[in-house]
């Protein structure tokens, strides 16, 4: 009876601690409602407050393990953003999860300096996951049963649009990626969607603030912090947007 109230004890123990570990659960980050929402009323913002061309845009979220939990698109319909965003927006999610920790946060265009010819990380970039980039109905992009959904997209992007998840004591719950504008657009548009979520309780980052903002410090191709990120071309430029971020929108588990 001992020995197998021990293996019931177990077993139970060994299920208990599978749930609580469960790389499938979605419930620390946005769903696809909630995540829509946000990201919506950001881009009617419009150019003159996020910069770039005014686009409409592609999110996604993942969580802590790199599955996608949701997709979205910010105008009428699929056909109104870029269709390339929408894995791009994956992957951006994809690398800012994987790049941060719960004592340090790192964006996307945090890792742009170091990824390029000479730079400590050149050749980090990487394509998304194939087997789950290009399956599934493309009438249901952006639906809450996206393709993507509960699957691990992967990918490594190096430029704005990407950003971690903190709740308000700092802990990483997973990444943001949002792209379908300027990559410095596109980090604006994820930074206040990220904030409308109640998800920047960023503990620690290379930028001022501390913050994992961009930082435009690229001179005759090098960067002086190594987190250097390039100014955008076309539209409107982002960069007294960005430089602004942390009075307009400031980021921290006290903030």
């Not at 021990?6 to 749930?19: N, T």
């Amino acid at each position: 009876m001992k020995l197998a109230a021990f293996l019931i004890a177990s077993v139970l123990l060994f299920a208990s601690a599978s749930l609580a570990q469960n790389p499938f659960d979605c419930s620390k980050v946005p769903d696809h409602a909630k995540l829509k929402a946000a990201l919506t009323n950001v881009v009617k913002q419009g150019q003159a407050s996020n910069g770039g061309l005014g686009n409409q845009e592609w999110a996604a979220v993942v969580n802590r393990d790199g599955i996608v939990c949701a997709v979205v698109f910010s105008g009428p319909s699929r056909a109104a953003e870029w269709p390339g965003s929408r894995l791009i927006a994956g992957s951006k999610a994809n690398t800012a999860n994987a790049f941060s920790t719960n004592d340090f946060a790192l964006s996307t265009g945090n890792i742009y300096a170091a990824a390029q010819p000479g730079g400590s990380l050149f050749g980090i970039n990487a394509p998304p996951n194939p087997n789950v980039a290009y399956a599934g109905d493309p009438s249901k992009f952006g639906q809450a049963d996206d393709p993507m959904v509960g699957k691990p997209i992967g990918g490594v992007i190096v430029f704005g649009g990407g950003l971690g998840l903190y709740t308000k004591q700092g802990e990483l719950v997973g990444g943001l990626g949002v792209s379908g504008d300027t990559a410095c657009a596109d980090h604006v548009v994820a930074w206040k969607t990220r904030h409308a979520l109640g998800l920047d309780g960023v503990p620690m980052g290379v930028a001022p603030g501390p913050s994992d903002n961009l930082i435009f410090d690229i001179q005759n191709g090098v960067s002086t912090s190594g987190f250097g990120h390039p100014d955008c071309k076309g539209g409107k430029p982002s960069k007294d947007i960005i430089d602004k971020l942390m009075q307009s929108a400031p980021v921290g588990p006290h903030h």
